[in-house]
């Protein structure tokens, strides 16, 4: 076996390649063992995903959404507090009480100014969406991308797709993959919209439950042609929603202008409008109010 990425031995790599990483809470979207070795792995997780998920945006996003790392620890967001003229980092915590407000233990002197003065206020940036454009997410989302070409053959079919149209051989997306692996050649330019807010929910058939929905991804394809000698000639675009905004790349071009008139002229995402969606299985609810729009802070993610 040899990884997709690099295209060096990988048989006796043991990592899991995970499309959307963990510490955004994905349990399900990966590739199994040998896909990605070791040290594509490790690469994407300290090269692009830790430097992606430590830019303000995420840092909120997880704090309020009380998404733990990896590891399990608490993620920390920077709060103010006005009467004190300082600020501190802090960890957001959801009880049967109420909100939280977990200081450092460190913070001392804080703690004692609060005490003292009957603090009341505090203040917390909420940031919105990620700053655009990004290089570190046009690189993640080709990553992404690229993995998610693989995944959607299904695993029974892995071995077949990674030697036919991804080995070294066979290198039908090498821009991609040398842009999101090497950072090789110009900016790949993405489409950034939010589509649905934070808590957006959904009515799960199988589970019977209510669940709020954290991604969803599939490819869009767009100007489908068939030519001479069965060759289709299409744009084909990775669309994923993650908590709420959608994201697009295209697989083939670093340009993604066409998609964004595409958008401009067509209501719904095709997120919204897919019948290939992964989440076929549920039933989308628009409630009279997302839990984002009482309060984001009121968000807890199972």
Same mark, same amino acid.
């Given at each position: ?22 510490? =955004?809470?994905?349990?399900?979207? @990966?590739?199994?063992? #040998?896909?990605?070795?070791? /040290?594509?792995?490790?690469?994407? +997780? ?7 998920? +430590? ?5 909120? =996003? ?16 920077? *709060? ?37 003065? #009957? ?6 940036? $909420? ?14 989302? *080709? ?5 998610? @070409? =693989? ?41 950034? /919209?939010?589509?649905?807010?934070? #808590? ?19 490819? @869009?394809?767009?100007?489908?042609? %068939? /030519? ?5 000639? +299409?744009?084909? $675009?990775?669309?994923?929603?993650? @908590? #709420?905004?959608?994201? +697009? ?5 670093? /340009?993604?202008? %066409? ?15 897919? *019948?290939?969606?992964?989440? %076929? ?22």
């Amino acid at each position: 076996m040899h990884c997709i990425f690099c295209h060096k031995e990988s048989s006796n790599s043991k990592s899991i390649e995970h499309i959307i990483p963990e510490s =955004l809470g994905n349990k399900h979207y @990966f590739l199994p063992q #040998g896909y990605v070795c070791d /040290q594509c792995n490790n690469y994407f +997780a300290v090269k692009i995903e830790k430097e992606l998920l +430590a830019q303000p945006y995420f840092v909120s =996003l997880r704090s309020r959404c009380e998404i733990s790392t990896k590891k399990g620890k608490d993620v920390k967001q920077k *709060a103010i507090f006005p009467d004190l003229s300082t600020n501190a980092e802090v960890v957001i915590k959801t009880t049967e009480n109420g909100l939280i407000i977990h200081i450092d233990e460190n913070e001392v002197e804080l703690y004692e100014n609060i005490k003292a003065k #009957g603090i009341k206020q505090i203040c917390i940036p $909420y940031i919105y969406e990620p700053e655009y454009p990004n290089i570190i997410m046009s690189r993640f989302l *080709a990553k992404c991308a690229y993995e998610y @070409f =693989l995944y959607q053959f299904s695993e029974e079919n892995y071995n077949k797709c990674a030697q036919e149209l991804l080995s070294k051989e066979n290198d039908l997306l090498k821009r991609l993959r040398e842009y999101a692996r090497y950072g090789k050649g110009e900016f790949w330019h993405y489409h950034q /919209q939010r589509i649905y807010s934070e #808590g957006y929910l959904v009515y799960n058939t199988k589970k019977n439950i209510i669940e709020e929905r954290l991604f969803e991804m599939m490819f @869009f394809i767009k100007n489908h042609e %068939e /030519q001479a000698d069965d060759i289709v000639d +299409a744009e084909i $675009y990775f669309i994923v929603d993650i @908590f #709420g905004i959608e994201y +697009a790349i295209c697989l083939s071009d670093p /340009q993604i202008n %066409e998609y964004k008139e595409w958008r401009r002229l067509n209501v719904h995402s095709p997120l919204e409008d897919s *019948a290939h969606s992964p989440l %076929e299985d549920n039933i989308r609810i628009k409630f009279p109010s997302d839990l984002s729009d009482l309060n984001p802070l009121l968000i807890k993610k199972q």
